[in-house]
């Protein structure tokens, strides 16, 4: 008898109990660390689905960038959770609710416990798509990202850059054109600077890695792009580098660089190809990794501008 | 019971606590915390689909994987956004508090 399903069950009772601590710690700062941790065992249920590009993800982005923003935006907010003047809840505001969110979670149960038989699926299809322009590629999450679902991979990178505008645009009117505060604002510990010094080129290593190899192996543009968005973070947190000014050319170029390369390839199908984000199939391979590699550019500019923030209000001398 | 089964119960349970917390918690943060319990919740439900739906020699259905993996990166992005607005309501009113009420005090003695 395997031993698998013990597995499976601890890891259920696990990721529902740290999720639920993170819900009813009492200290703020509790509740987003055990969110870390829960986001960190979440990937561990997604290997067990068959989905290492999900738990790559989730681990990468859904636990660490969530987790660098929301341990950023704890700190400095604890200490004003004591100068809110909020009612706690009722009683009565608390059963309602907790009867209203259990009915919810029973008939969502229910729903999965009577699935049909016969599931549905779009597997067939995107073989199709997989062995057609997605040719060349090992992976066929990547094929359906890039390939077979590769408008919403362009749409999905303009709401990354939307997403910067608008926390860009948050900021106060004068402070437009500066740089956001720095991530970390007391100085870094010797021991944080030797590890940023070590672990960057190391890490940037590993994302580049990570990425190449996202073509036939779990891996790809988002987690490669997490990854290296996470070095530069690490180095801004040792301050081995500052946050770039928000009006640099630099910056903004590379933001745009993934969506635009993605759309004028789309275009281009239309006269190479025959149809609107179509590729050649001889050439798919080396226009997919094209497309990936300026893709990997945006997500890694992206992902730490959205954890630092509105521009500072004083401009950085 | 399958290893899909179980995982989408775990999905459905995350939902629940999540949106209990939604509107138990007072702090906007806490909100936020509950939201993205909710929102992995979802995927999760989302991601047993994909398990159930192998064909075509594939151990599992790849779009709804691809199309998670397109979602836990705008939820990021969602989350970012709600944290600068968090942040921007604090600076301007000197109050973490989603009451209205509470905005209308003076938070002057914070600057005096």
Redesign the interface.
């Given at each position: 008898m395997s031993v698998?399903?013990f597995i499976?069950?601890g890891l259920?009772i696990l990721?529902?109990t740290v999720?639920?601590s993170?819900?009813f710690m009492q200290e703020?700062f509790a509740?987003?660390v055990s969110?870390v941790a829960?986001?960190l065992l979440?990937a561990f249920?997604?290997i067990?689905?068959?989905?290492p590009?999900?738990a790559l993800?989730?681990a990468a982005?859904?636990s660490g960038?969530?987790g660098v923003?929301?341990i950023t935006?704890?700190k400095?907010?604890v200490p004003?959770?004591r100068?809110?003047?909020?009612?706690?809840?009722t009683l009565t505001?608390?059963v309602f609710?907790?009867t209203?969110?259990?009915l919810?979670?029973?008939a969502?149960?229910a729903a999965?416990?009577v699935?049909p038989d016969e599931?549905?699926?779009?597997?067939?299809?995107?073989?199709v798509a997989?062995s057609g322009a997605g040719a060349g590629l090992g992976n066929?999450?990547t094929?359906?990202?890039i390939s077979?679902?590769s408008f919403?991979?362009m749409l999905?990178k303009i709401?990354?850059i939307?997403?910067v505008v608008?926390?860009w645009s948050?900021?106060?009117d004068g402070a437009w054109g500066n740089a956001p505060a720095q991530l970390r604002q007391a100085r870094p510990h010797p021991e944080m600077v030797f590890l940023a010094q070590v672990l960057v080129p190391i890490g940037t290593l590993i994302g580049i890695h990570i990425f190449w190899v996202g073509a036939d192996a779990p891996g790809g543009a988002?987690q490669g792009g997490a990854l290296l968005a996470a070095m530069w973070m690490m180095a801004m947190m040792a301050h081995l580098t500052e946050p770039p000014r928000i009006d640099v050319r630099w910056l903004r170029l590379a933001l745009v660089a993934g969506p635009a390369v993605f759309l004028i390839v789309g275009l281009a199908g239309v006269f190479m190809a025959g149809s609107f984000f179509a590729y050649p199939p001889s050439l798919a391979k080396p226009i997919i990794l094209f497309i990936e590699t300026f893709m990997v550019l945006s997500?890694a500019a992206?992902?730490p501008m959205?954890?630092a923030?509105?521009p500072n209000e004083r401009p950085v001398p | 019971m399958t290893t899909a089964a179980l995982a989408g119960l775990v999905g459905a349970a995350l939902v629940g606590f999540g949106l209990y917390g939604l509107i138990v918690q007072p702090h906007p943060l806490r909100k936020l915390l509950a939201f993205n319990l909710i929102g992995s919740g979802v995927f999760l439900v989302f991601g047993i689909v994909a398990r159930r739906g192998a064909a075509a020699g594939f151990p599992f259905d790849p779009v709804p994987q691809a199309m998670v993996i397109t979602g836990i990166v705008v939820a990021f992005a969602a989350s970012a956004v709600a944290v600068a607005l968090i942040w921007r309501l604090y600076s301007e009113t000197g109050h973490v508090t989603l009451d209205p009420d509470a905005w209308t005090e003076p938070s002057r003695e914070r600057e005096s």
């Open positions: 698998l399903p499976d069950i259920s990721v529902v999720a639920a993170t819900i703020l509740a987003v969110y829960y986001g979440l249920v997604w067990r689905l068959y989905a590009d999900v993800t989730e982005i859904g960038v969530t923003l929301l935006a704890g400095r907010l004003l959770s100068t809110t003047t909020e009612a706690e809840p505001l608390r609710a907790g209203f969110a259990a919810v979670a029973c969502l149960g999965i416990l699935l599931p549905p699926s779009l597997a067939p299809e995107a073989a997989a066929p999450i094929a359906v990202l077979y679902r919403d991979t999905e709401v990354l939307l997403a608008a926390v948050i900021g106060t988002f997500i992206a992902l959205l954890v923030g509105p | -």
